[in-house]
C-alpha cells in the first residue's frame, strides 16, 4: 500500500474515532461513578485512541518514515496524546467535564487535518534522519498536549471561580499538568540541543523556532515559580497558565508567519 | 471566594522586596545595558582562561555571599522567587524581541541596530538581564546546597543544571571554533575559513575521494501557469515516481505515466536515455480530463545544470512538471592526515561527525547548481572545548526534569 492510499483511508479513522468519542462522552456524562456503563464509556473511548494510534502506525509504515514532519502529521499526534491524555487524567481524577474537553480538541485537530489534508510528500530532509528525531518530537508533544490540558483545565478554574465555586482539585489539577508538561517540555529541548550537535554542531543556534520554544519554556517556569510562591492564588497564576499556552501556540503555528522565520529550520512547509 | 495572600504590602524600596521593586532594579540593569550598547557597542567574548576564572569566581563567589550573607535583606531578596520571576519576564520579554527581528548572528548582512537587539546574544542589555537572572538562580541553589538536604536533590539538579548550562554556553562561546572547508574530489585540503572568510591554517587535512547523493524519487506536480506557484494542497498534489506507478488521479485529470527515465537529456524534444553529468529525470505522461474527455500528452522534465526541464501545458489555468529530486542522504568518502602521521579513511554523513585531534568534522552541504553531479562538498568543522562542562549541566536538568515528571506538583 503506498502513502496516498493510506490517506485516503484517514476519513474513515477519523470520522469513526470522533463517532465514538461522541458516544463516550454521551454515555459517561450519564454514568454514575463506577458503573458499568462508565467502564463501556471508557472503553469506547479508549478504542477511538487505537483507531487514531493505528492510523498513525500505518501512515509511518507506508511512508517509511515517522509522520511527524508536516503540520497534519503532527496534528494526529495532538489528537492522539490529548484523548489519550483525558482518558489517563480521568482514571486518576474522575473529572467528567475533563474528559469532555480533551475528545472535543483531539476531534478538531482530526476534523482540521480532516478538511485540510496536508502535502502528501514522502521525502525527508537527511538532517532529519536521525535516531533523535522521533523522540524529539513525540516527548515534545506529548507535552505541548499536557500543557493544553493544563490550560483547559485553568479556564475551567477561572469560570468555575467567576461562579464561585472554584474546587481546590482543579487547581491542582491544572498544576500537576502544567509540572509533567513543564518536565516532558524540558526533555524536548533538551533532546534536540543533544540532536542538533550530532546533525549541525551546535546544540543551540537561537533559530527563530528555537527561540519560541525557550520562550514557552520560559513562561511556564515563571508560572510554577508563581504557583510555588502563592500556592493560594488564584487569578493570577491561572491566567499566567492561560497566556503561556498564547505563546505556545506562536511556537508551533506562528513562527512561520514572524518576520524572522525566513531564518529557521523548523517551518514546516516545503 | 477570595484568599488571603501572604504577601505583606511594603511601601516601595523598604524590605522585604517584591514584584515591583524587583522589576524596577531589572529594568534599570536593562537601561544600563542600553547605554553601554550605545556607547562601546556589543560585548566581546572572553576567552580561556579568563572565562573559566569567571566562571569560577561567580559560582564561589555566590557561594560566598550565601555563606556569610543569606540572613540579609538583601540577600534574602536576591534569591527570592519576585526577582526569580521579574528577571524570567525581562528575559522572556528580550527574547520575544530576538525571536520576532531577525537576528545578525544568524544572517551577518544584517546592519547592527544602536541598541543591539539585531544582535540580541551579543548584546550588552541581554547580558545584564541574564547576569541578574544567574545571580538570582545560582543564590537559590546555593541555599539549597547549603546546609544539603537529601530532598532537595530535585530542586538542586533543575536548577544548578540550568546555571551550569546556560553560563557554560555563555562564557564557552569565546572558545568555539567553527570553520568550513571546501572539498573537492580527489584533492587534499588543509586549509578552512571562517565566517569572514578569512582563512586557518589547520593541523589537520582533508583528502575527498568521492562525494555521492542518492535522491529520492522526483515528484510530478501542477503549476500555476500565471504564477509558477506549484500546486502544493490536496490529494495527489505531489506525486512521487516509484518505479511501479502507472497512474493517479488529481482533481479532474487522470495521470498517466506512459514511459520514466530517471537519467536522460533531450534530443529533438524527446528524451533519451543519457549516462553522464547532467542527465535529468523525464517522463512521458498522457493527461485525460475525467469531465470532458480532453487528451494532452508529451514529455516533462525536470532539468539540470545543462539544460532547462520542460512542462506541458494541461489548459488554461495549468501546466505540469517535475520538480528536481531532493536529497535523501548525501555523504563524502573522506581521507584525514592528522600532523602526528594518522590517516584515517571514512565516510562523512549528516548527523554522523567524526571526530579528529579535537574537533568535529560535519557535512554541511554540496553545490546545489549540480545535484548529485556536484564535485564540491562543504565540510565543517568544529572545536568546542566547553561542551562537556555544558553536557554535565544538560544531564543535570534531565535528571530534574525526570523528578518534576515523577513528583508533579509535590515537590513544591
Excluded at chain 1, 515534545?140 to 482539585?169: D, M, P, R, T, W
Excluded at chain 1, 511556564?220 to 499556552?245: E, G, M, N, Q
Excluded at chain 2, 525536470?302 to 506541458?312: E, K, P, V, Y
Aim: hydrophobic residues 45%; glycine residues 8%.
Amino acid at each position: 500500500m503506498t502513502h496516498f492510499d493510506t490517506w485516503v483511508t484517514f476519513p474513515y479513522f477519523s470520522v469513526g474515532a470522533i463517532i465514538l468519542w461522541c458516544i463516550a462522552g454521551f454515555l459517561l456524562f450519564k454514568s454514575e461513578k463506577k458503573s458499568s456503563k462508565e467502564k463501556i464509556a471508557l472503553l469506547v473511548a479508549l478504542g477511538g485512541v487505537i483507531m487514531i494510534g493505528a492510523f498513525i502506525t500505518i501512515l509511518w509504515i507506508s511512508l517509511e518514515r515517522p509522520p511527524l514532519r508536516t503540520l497534519g502529521e503532527t496534528r494526529l499526534w495532538y489528537g492522539f496524546f490529548l484523548s489519550a491524555v483525558g482518558l489517563i487524567a480521568y482514571l486518576r481524577w474522575r473529572y467528567k467535564w475533563f474528559v469532555g474537553y480533551s475528545l472535543a480538541m483531539a476531534s478538531l485537530f482530526l476534523l482540521i487535518t480532516l478538511s485540510n489534508p496536508d502535502t502528501y510528500n514522502k521525502a525527508l530532509m537527511p538532517a532529519l534522519q536521525s535516531p533523535w528525531f522521533v523522540p524529539h518530537v513525540v516527548v515534545y508533544i506529548f507535552a505541548y498536549a499536557l500543557l493544553a490540558a493544563s490550560s483547559l483545565v485553568a479556564f475551567h478554574g477561572l469560570y468555575q471561580h467567576s461562579k464561585n465555586q472554584l474546587v481546590q482539585e482543579t487547581l491542582d489539577m491544572a498544576n500537576n499538568l502544567a509540572y509533567i508538561g513543564l518536565g516532558f517540555l524540558t526533555f524536548g529541548l533538551l533532546f534536540g540541543a543533544l540532536w542538533a550537535k550530532e546533525a549541525w554542531g551546535h546544540y543551540w543556534t537561537w533559530d527563530p523556532k528555537e527561540t519560541w520554544a525557550f520562550l514557552t519554556w520560559l513562561s511556564y517556569l515563571t508560572y510554577v515559580h508563581l504557583r510555588y510562591r502563592h500556592p493560594d492564588a488564584i487569578k493570577k497564576p491561572l491566567w499566567a497558565l492561560a497566556l503561556s499556552f498564547g505563546i505556545l501556540l506562536i511556537c508551533w503555528f506562528g513562527v512561520n508567519y514572524l518576520p524572522s522565520a525566513q531564518q529557521s529550520v523548523h517551518t514546516y512547509t516545503q | 471566594m477570595t484568599r488571603p495572600t501572604h504577601e505583606q504590602r511594603t511601601p516601595l524600596w523598604q524590605f522585604p522586596w517584591g514584584y515591583a521593586e524587583s522589576f524596577i532594579f531589572g529594568i534599570g540593569l536593562f537601561l544600563t545595558g542600553c547605554i553601554l550598547q550605545y556607547t562601546i557597542g556589543s560585548v566581546k567574548a572572553v576567552h580561556y582562561p579568563l572565562n573559566m576564572y569567571f566562571m569560577l569566581t561567580f559560582w564561589f563567589g555566590l557561594g560566598f555571599v550565601h555563606y556569610f550573607a543569606k540572613k540579609t535583606s538583601i540577600v534574602k531578596w536576591l534569591r527570592s522567587v519576585p526577582l526569580a520571576v521579574a528577571s524570567s519576564v525581562l528575559v522572556l520579554v528580550l527574547v520575544v524581541v530576538m525571536g520576532t527581528i531577525p537576528q545578525a548572528s544568524y544572517d551577518p548582512t544584517i546592519a547592527l541596530d544602536p541598541l543591539g537587539f539585531s544582535n540580541m546574544t551579543e548584546s550588552w542589555p541581554f547580558a545584564f538581564v541574564m547576569f541578574l537572572m544567574l545571580t538570582n538562580l545560582g543564590l537559590a541553589t546555593w541555599n539549597r546546597i547549603l546546609p544539603f538536604k537529601v530532598k532537595n536533590l530535585g530542586f538542586i539538579f533543575n536548577h544548578l543544571g540550568l546555571w551550569v548550562t546556560v553560563v557554560a554556553a555563555g562564557l564557552g562561546s569565546g572558545d568555539l571554533q567553527r570553520l568550513s572547508m571546501d572539498l573537492y574530489e580527489g584533492k587534499t585540503e588543509w586549509k578552512a575559513y571562517d565566517k569572514d572568510l578569512n582563512d586557518v591554517e589547520l593541523p589537520l587535512a582533508i583528502k575527498l575521494n568521492k562525494f555521492s547523493i542518492t535522491e529520492f524519487p522526483p515528484k510530478i506536480a501542477f503549476a500555476n501557469r500565471e504564477t509558477g506557484k506549484v500546486m502544493s494542497k490536496g490529494e495527489n498534489a505531489f506525486v512521487m515516481i516509484d518505479p511501479d506507478l502507472k497512474a493517479y488521479l488529481y482533481k479532474d485529470w487522470k495521470v498517466e505515466i506512459v514511459k520514466y527515465l530517471y537519467e536522460s537529456a533531450p534530443v529533438n524534444g524527446i528524451y533519451q536515455q543519457f549516462n553522464d553529468d547532467g542527465a535529468a529525470p523525464a517522463a512521458l505522461i498522457k493527461l485525460t480530463n475525467q469531465k470532458t474527455g480532453k487528451i494532452v500528452e508529451g514529455w516533462i522534465c525536470a532539468g539540470s545544470f545543462r539544460f532547462d526541464g520542460a512542462t506541458l501545458q494541461v489548459d488554461d489555468e495549468y501546466e505540469i512538471g517535475i520538480l528536481p529530486p531532493e536529497a535523501k542522504k548525501f555523504s563524502s568518502n573522506v581521507t584525514l592526515y592528522t600532523k602526528d602521521g594518522e590517516q584515517k579513511t571514512t565516510d562523512l554523513e549528516v548527523n554522523y561527525p567524526i571526530e579528529v585531534g579535537g574537533w568535529k568534522v560535519y557535512q554541511l552541504s554540496y553545490d546545489e547548481r549540480f545535484g548529485r553531479w556536484s564535485k564540491l562538498s562543504v565540510v565543517e568543522l568544529v572545536r568546542d572545548p566547553w561542551l562537556p562542562v555544558v553536557y554535565i549541566g544538560i544531564f543535570m536538568m534531565m535528571i530534574g526534569a525526570a523528578y518534576i515528571i515523577w513528583t508533579g506538583q509535590k515537590q513544591a
